[in-house]
């Protein structure tokens, strides 16, 4: 499995950005695709999951202004951030299991995880 994201970049606050997360090699029919990111000198966190049944975790944090997704063929992960805030600034990572995600969006259930990408939000 390789995982290759985009979509990086600045923003001020308010506004919105989408990453996408390339998924290749993965044969499993059930699988956990996840959002993490680690802000500087902070543990890395769950930021939002997506179980091969459709059903998604979210972190308190971004409720109501992220939204996972895949396409249709789930080979791309997508996750929408709107209404962004300086505290979302943080290197996001792309990440793949072969298992169910974790309720808590734990990241020790994770396999395999891109190489991250940088968002700033500037205030």
């Known amino acids: 499995v390789q995982l290759v994201e985009s979509g990086g970049g600045s923003v001020q606050s308010g506004g919105s950005l989408r990453r996408s997360c390339a998924d290749s090699g993965s044969t499993h029919s059930s699988f956990c695709m996840a959002w993490f990111r680690q802000a500087p000198g902070q543990m890395r966190e769950g930021v939002a999951g997506l179980d091969s049944d459709g059903s998604t975790t979210y972190a308190d944090s971004v409720k109501g202004r992220f939204t996972i997704s895949q396409d249709n063929n789930k080979r791309m992960l997508y996750l929408q951030m709107n209404n962004l805030k300086p505290e979302d600034t943080a290197m996001y990572y792309c990440?793949?299991?072969?298992?169910?995600?974790?309720?808590?969006?734990?990241?020790?259930?994770?396999?395999?995880w891109g190489k991250g990408i940088l968002v700033t939000i500037s205030s």
């Open positions: 990440a793949h299991s072969v298992n169910w995600c974790d309720p808590k969006l734990g990241d020790y259930r994770m396999d395999y």
